[in-house]
């Protein structure tokens, strides 16, 4: 059963600590992303990599995230130094890259639930 | 810029009728649409998609229309179950691009 794997799956961090949060995407998929849930914007992307190369991080703050692939099957989102405001739930979706949208489909991992307080 | 909109947080609906949820956006050149449900603690999953080709999908209960000139739309779920009680996000892609756009969701409650 193919599946988006996240870790960890909740996460209470104090206020300028780093936090680190990690995805396995689907074998053989090869764009991975990372949202971020919230009430207001709902689901807010902020990055993604095709082909284990970053395409957009202009969702995120530069200043304190950023996003990785150190191979094709961990992608990492570390935050540094964390703030209450970065509170949410941090989602990794993973697709096939197709040369046209129809039957472009990303499955979605159960999510990191981070407080930072 | 919210380019995916949907415009009502909460919808209640009894249960064995029928469910409407509504999506609006702005990019023409969107060209293919999903619909995604979520369940408290758990990961958005894959519902139903229409391409731009099309105006009509079904899959079961669930059936997604698309109104290109209006830049709107739904997804129908007849008959609704309290099963289906859950938050669902609209989503919508470019033909060029990698990147999914997704809605602020619409949270459903079926009353049994």
């Known amino acids: 059963d193919a599946r988006v794997t996240q870790t960890p799956r909740h996460k209470v961090t104090e206020m300028g600590q780093e936090v680190t949060m990690r995805c396995q995407p689907i074998l053989g998929h090869n764009t991975v992303f990372w949202y971020r849930q919230t009430m207001m914007q709902g689901l807010e992307l902020l990055a993604y990599f095709r082909n284990r190369a970053p395409l957009d991080d202009s969702g995120m703050p530069k200043d304190r995230f950023s996003a990785e692939m150190p191979d094709a099957t961990l992608a990492t989102l570390k935050i540094q130094p964390s703030e209450p405001r970065d509170s949410a739930v941090y989602f990794c979706?993973?697709?096939?890259?197709?040369?046209?949208?129809?039957?472009?489909?990303?499955?979605f991992g159960e999510g990191s639930w981070l407080t930072v307080v | 810029d919210q380019q995916v909109k949907q415009n009502s947080p909460s919808l209640s609906v009894q249960e064995g009728r029928i469910s409407i949820l509504n999506c609006d956006y702005t990019?023409?050149?969107?060209?293919?649409f999903l619909w995604y449900k979520k369940y408290p603690a758990e990961g958005p999953t894959f519902l139903i998609s229409?391409?731009?080709?099309?105006d009509k999908n079904e899959d079961g209960r669930f059936t997604v229309f698309l109104n290109k000139s209006a830049k709107h739309l739904s997804l129908h779920i007849v008959p609704s179950q309290p099963g289906d009680s859950a938050v669902y996000f609209c989503a919508a892609k470019t033909n060029t691009g990698n990147q999914f756009y997704f809605g602020t969701g619409t949270s459903l409650t079926v009353i049994p």
């Open positions: 979706a993973s697709g096939l890259s197709h040369w046209t949208s129809s039957g472009n489909t990303i499955y």
């Open positions: 990019n023409s050149m969107f060209d293919y």
């Open positions: 229409i391409s731009s080709i099309k």
